[in-house]
């Protein structure tokens, strides 16, 4: 059944901590009421009231405060379809078992998020590892070519400081070949 509530669409994904108490018994007293149609509860008016104040509260104040609206009204629909276990009577109880499935089917969502964020996160530093290391290599291999350089005869005396690192592996980054670096191409 679709949600009338006024409150519905305001704090649909809310979490129940941050939904305020009428609010929260309002959309409670809708859930109980389709919850009960669809089970075919006969429950009377002062025992429903008094369970969904009960319900509230859990909601409010204890182990569901962290859930969003839209997976407690799934909790009461499913359940009350018997999707998710319990009885076919609408009492605190078999609420209770709805919300439990429905947390268990949060933490499991949670967990997955996290396991992806790390994933990612365990990559982007791997890969940035490698281009640490490759970058170092390169300047490595850019002092090894400077000092081939220098000993060898083809540097001039002031070449040493115009002929910096950086300019070297820059030209490695265009492609050139560490071979192939004369002090002309550098300079």
Request: charged share 30%; proline share 2%; glycine share 6%.
């Amino acid at each position: 059944m679709e949600i009338q509530s006024k409150h519905w669409q305001g704090n649909i994904n809310k979490r129940c901590k941050d939904v305020y108490m009428d609010a929260m018994t309002d959309l409670v007293r809708e859930f109980s009421e389709n919850a009960k149609f669809y089970m075919s509860s006969e429950v009377d008016p002062i025992t429903t009231s008094k369970i969904n104040a009960a319900i509230c509260d859990m909601l409010k104040f204890n182990k569901y405060r962290d859930m969003p609206m839209y997976l407690i009204a799934e909790a009461f629909g499913k359940g009350a379809l018997g999707e998710l276990g319990g009885t076919t009577r609408y009492t605190v109880r078999n609420v209770c078992v709805w919300l439990n499935a429905s947390y268990d089917k949060m933490c499991e969502i949670n967990v997955q998020i996290k396991s992806k964020e790390d994933a990612e996160r365990r990559i982007a530093s791997e890969k940035n590892y490698v281009n640490i290391k490759n970058r170092a290599t390169m300047y490595g291999s850019a002092l090894m070519r400077k000092l081939e350089l220098q000993y060898g005869g083809q540097m001039l005396d002031g070449d040493w400081e115009r002929m910096t690192l950086d300019k070297i592996v820059d030209l490695m980054d265009k492609g050139y070949r560490v071979e192939e670096i004369i002090p002309g191409l550098v300079l």
